[in-house]
């Protein structure tokens, strides 16, 4: 164990210097702002290294302090962390599906944003239900609740409202109607780290919520993610579905371990389940990269308000992103949709923010009842999706995130500003 530490030290001192000569200076114009930038550090890679030396690599100890931790922060009873944001959505379908449960059955319809990622869609399909898209709104990117009570039919089982890009939904309308037509409700949050709604952390209002930890995200495990409920049944199965369905992680597992003495305790499974695990090396990441996140946030936060300052002029070019009365918006990025009859479209703007080393992309699968898999899916389309469409061919963002100080944001906006005076302001 000595031996090991003083190898740890070593890559401690190591690693200090290797980051310390990452840090180069910021040239406008000639350095990238990447959509992404690495959150973690020395501490991430030392915890994980120690893993590896000890040779205990897969889920344990430190998933488990990480789930824990998590849990606490956003306000949840359990925790359960699996390998990626999108297997967190599969999962917590699939509890709600399984035979103990039954909140959802196939045939089911499962209410869902337009405007989302691929993975928030697939899970539906995959557990035999039929996603429901509505429209969202225009500014602030998340489910229009207008639209949520005409959409809802004998059919329907589940609301799937997506926290998108770090903005919450309307939890109070979402739950009043959940509450009164006895649907379940899956928050997808996992792009909404520390965003709040009335003081309270979402991912804590729904029945079960997921998280991702991508590379991308407030905070990163590189991949993996989370599956959080105050359900202790819909908790149990969750961990044994997570690992083959077997019974390694149950509470109960001593008692229906003595109700199959023939079986391997080891080896006993009592579910369909999947391999989700995660690893401990993105425990390792978890357990110090949570207490960095509010920091992250904070800085997100500063960002956006200053780029709604200087971008205030804009409204007449621009829909800036909106952060409703009693929310807390997370910012996982700085969103911009293009108005209709501008005088510029999206593909020269962000052609020329590419030229100024400002990397950009569009809101996240932007309508995905126009990407062409859809036409794979059994699903049903309700009423307009006349702001999907909008945000599907007008809307961009670029990176805000923990590297974005105050040179970066000031030179995106200078950019941003140049061109529209340019195209608009001659």
């Known amino acids: 164990m000595k031996k090991d530490q003083r190898i740890l030290e070593k890559i401690a001192t190591l690693l200090d210097v290797h980051y310390k000569s990452q840090k180069a200076e910021f040239v406008p114009g000639k350095t990238t702002i990447p959509l992404i930038s690495p959150s973690y550090g020395k501490e991430e890679v030392v915890e994980a290294i120690e893993s590896m030396i000890s040779t205990w690599v897969t889920m344990g100890k430190?998933?488990?302090?990480f789930e824990e931790s998590f849990a606490k922060y956003t306000g949840t009873k359990y925790a359960v962390m699996v390998n990626s944001g999108s297997s967190a959505n599969l999962l917590a379908l699939s509890v709600l599906s399984h035979t103990e449960v039954r909140r959802i059955q196939r045939g089911d319809e499962i209410i869902t944003p337009a405007v989302t990622w691929a993975t928030t869609v697939y899970p539906i399909v995959n557990v035999g239900a039929k996603p429901v898209f509505i429209?969202?709104?225009?500014?602030?990117?998340?489910?229009?609740?207008?639209?949520?009570?005409?959409?809802?039919?004998?059919?329907?089982s589940a609301l799937m409202p997506v926290h998108l890009l770090g903005n919450p939904c309307d939890m109070n309308k979402l739950t009043r109607v959940a509450k009164k037509h006895d649907l379940v409700m899956i928050e997808d949050t996992c792009e909404a780290h520390g965003a709040e709604f009335d003081g309270k952390k979402v991912g804590s209002f729904g029945d079960m919520s997921t998280f991702s930890f991508f590379m991308s995200h407030h905070i990163t495990t590189i991949e993996g993610g989370m599956l959080l409920t105050n359900n202790r049944q819909y908790y149990e199965l969750a961990k044994s579905m997570r690992a083959f369905g077997w019974i390694r992680d149950m509470t109960d597992k001593e008692k229906i371990s003595k109700q199959n003495k023939m079986i391997d305790e080891r080896f006993l499974f009592v579910n369909l389940g999947f391999n989700m695990r995660p690893t401990e090396l993105q425990g390792a990441f978890g357990i110090h990269q949570i207490k960095k996140l509010d920091k992250f946030i904070r800085i997100r936060r500063e960002n956006a308000k200053y780029w709604h300052k200087r971008f205030n002029d804009l409204r007449d070019v621009f829909i800036l992103p909106k952060e409703n009365i009693g929310t807390k918006h997370s910012y996982f990025c700085y969103p911009l949709t293009i108005r209709e009859d501008t005088t510029f479209n999206r593909t020269e703007i962000v052609k020329f923010l590419g030229m100024r080393k400002i990397e950009t992309r569009p809101i996240m699968a932007g309508n995905m009842v126009e990407q062409p898999v859809t036409k794979l899916l059994d699903h049903k389309i309700h009423k307009s999706l006349k702001n999907s469409r909008l945000i599907m061919r007008n809307g961009f963002?670029?990176?805000?995130?923990?590297?974005?100080?105050?040179?970066?944001?000031?030179?995106?906006?200078?950019?941003?500003?140049?061109?529209?005076n340019m195209k608009t302001r001659k």
Do not use: M
């Open 135 to 156: 429209d969202v709104d225009i500014d602030t990117y998340t489910l229009n609740t207008d639209s949520l009570e005409s959409a809802i039919s004998k059919k329907t």
């Open 62 to 65: 430190k998933v488990r302090s």
């Open 397 to 420: 963002f670029f990176g805000n995130h923990q590297d974005v100080k105050e040179p970066q944001r000031e030179y995106i906006a200078d950019s941003i500003i140049e061109f529209v």
